[in-house]
């Protein structure tokens, strides 16, 4: 259903890969709400993926580019100013790898040139994609910039790997460039962080089935699915949140309150034993 909330807008979505991805649905909800946006993905998610058929659904051109190279982004914003016709009101960033983790590097054994490519896809890109936008001035007052986080920025959980700094690092990102693009432009910046979300970037974490049962019993009203997140983006787009910024934004269910819920106590019980070993059925101490 539409309430033109983003009537008149220009956007541009960044990490639309399949229709499994957050960025896919705030896009389609974007468009539903009276925007008109761009598309971008790098080469390889753009051949990989499936993103030329929301291309043709919502009639948004697809500009190829890799979120960490700054020559990319300042292609991205000059084509979408220029093929939407004006300065950008909302900006998605719904960026996220780990090279650690998809070569299954644990925490305490990481490859650093790997962690410093966890950092600049994953948070370093959010720094650059805004200081080009500044820089271009290709944000229009008043306008909104969103990335998407998780709670293991502020919380330990297993299997997050390298993630987990790189999600601390974007939300600092929302709040340093925030206080700057506020005060000089009116530009609102915030992180939304997800549930858990059956995603191609989710289920590359490790044990990610168990973790989003887990999440979805300690949470009271159950896990955020990504049409909710997309909701909740369009609404930090639009004109009703004019004055949050700076903030890391909770989309979770009520998880990050949590400690313990009936649902998830019940489960543990009735499984003490196996929540006490690893996948080779190793005894692990708490
Ligand atoms: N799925 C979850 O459980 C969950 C929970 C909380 C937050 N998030 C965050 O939501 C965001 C979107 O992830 P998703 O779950 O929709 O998965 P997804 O795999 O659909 O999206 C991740 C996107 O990042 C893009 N990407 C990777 N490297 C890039 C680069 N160098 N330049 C440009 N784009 C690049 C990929 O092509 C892909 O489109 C990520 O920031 C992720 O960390 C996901």
Known sequence: MSNNLL????????????????????????????ASITLTNTELAIRMGTIDELSKKLNAEVIPADATSVEDLEKVFAKSQEILGGKIDFVLHSIGMSPNVRKKRTY???????????????????HKMIQVAKKMDAISEGGSILALSYVAAQRTLFGYNDMADAKAMLESIARSFGYIYGRE?????????????????????????????????????????????????IVMF?????????????????????????RAMTQYNKSFENDFKDENGNIIYG
């Not at 600049?120 to 959010?126: E, L, P, T």
């Not at 992180?191 to 019993?217: C, E, H, W, Y």
């Not at 639009?238 to 400690?259: A, E, I, P, R, Y």
């Open 7 to 34: 009537k008149g807008k220009r956007g541009i979505v960044f990490g639309a890969l399949n229709d499994m991805s957050i960025a896919w649905k705030v896009a389609e909800r974007a468009v539903e709400e009276g």
């Open 108 to 126: 305490d054994d990481l490859d650093y040139d790997l962690l410093s490519k966890t950092l600049d896809i994953s948070a370093v890109s959010f």
């Open 238 to 262: 639009s004109d009703l949140t004019k004055k949050v910024t700076m903030q890391n934004l909770f989309h979770d269910g009520g998880f990050s309150s949590m400690g313990m819920s009936l």
């Open 185 to 233: 432009k009116g530009v609102r910046i915030n992180t939304i962080s997800q549930s858990p979300t059956m995603t191609t970037a989710g289920s590359g974490i490790k044990g990610f089935d168990g973790l989003v049962d887990f999440s979805n019993r300690m949470s009271p009203l159950g896990n955020a699915s990504a049409s909710e997140c997309a909701d909740y983006c």
